[in-house]
């Protein structure tokens, strides 16, 4: 076991590492860069937005590629367009299998995403069969996290965790969670709030991370799927 204590709750992040919205992201940008005659976005610019709040990330876009607009110009148009891929979205190998093995070992897991409560909505509709197994759910617009405080910093799963205590009257701490993530952002943001983290980052950005070591800083594994999750390794 790489932490020092017994696992007792897991938090989740949700784009790009439970459902494959990260790729959609990806999709629905390009359609406008290219409106633009910009070049298509690449990984080593994703790997800056995954995680962050949605008016940081579009600030970031329209900056790097000099967009004729503001951001809020931005994530309207691409919201519009976003919507009509939502529908379409799905599980990532080994993501509901392994939320349902949590449940089924009452494990107290939480979602904690940075995505506001409509995106996650128009995401997850059609995914309750696993979203609803989750006995909290955080979004980046929750009130409960105050303004500038989203990943990295550690406010979300803070809050997660809480809810999870209120929910359980428990008194589970940081250092007996396990932090489920697939972004560097997410990643600091998980190591902050004091977790071990599991990190499942998209195959095609590996090979823009430089030292996944230096990223983990001894606070948790990287793994290639949720699917090869050792179970036993967290005492789950």
């Known amino acids: 076991m790489t932490g020092s204590?017994?696992?007792k709750a897991?938090?989740?992040d949700m784009d790009g590492l439970l459902i494959?919205?990260?790729d959609i992201y990806t999709e629905t940008t390009n359609i406008i860069l290219k409106d633009y005659d910009k070049d298509p976005m690449t990984w080593d610019l994703k790997l800056q937005?995954?995680?962050l709040p949605g008016p940081e990330a579009s600030q970031r876009v329209v900056d790097h590629y000099?967009?004729?607009?503001t951001a809020d110009e931005y994530a309207n148009l691409n919201a519009k367009i976003q919507g009509d891929f939502w529908p379409t979205c799905s599980f990532l190998p080994g993501a509901l299998e392994l939320i349902q093995y949590l449940k089924s070992k009452n494990i107290p897991i939480a979602l904690c995403t940075s995505s506001n409560k409509m995106k996650y909505e128009g995401k997850t509709s059609h995914l309750r069969d696993g979203f609803s197994l989750f006995d909290a759910i955080i979004t980046g617009d929750d009130p409960r996290i105050p303004p500038g405080r989203g990943k990295p910093s550690p406010?979300?799963?803070q809050t997660g965790l809480r809810e999870l205590n209120e929910k359980f009257d428990s008194k589970i701490t940081a250092d007996e969670c396990l932090v489920f993530e697939d972004g560097i952002i997410g990643v600091n943001s998980g190591k902050a709030f004091g977790a071990q983290v599991v990190w499942v980052p998209h195959p095609d950005a590996i090979a823009f991370i430089d030292d996944i070591d230096a990223i983990l800083a001894g606070q948790g594994e990287m793994l290639k799927s949720l699917e090869?999750?050792?179970h036993a390794k967290y005492c789950l």
């Open 228 to 230: 090869l999750l050792e």
């Open 49 to 51: 937005l995954q995680g």
């Open 20 to 22: 494959n919205t990260e």
């Open 5 to 7: 204590k017994e696992i």
């Open 155 to 157: 406010d979300i799963w």
């Open 66 to 69: 000099g967009l004729p607009m």
């Open 10 to 12: 897991c938090l989740f």
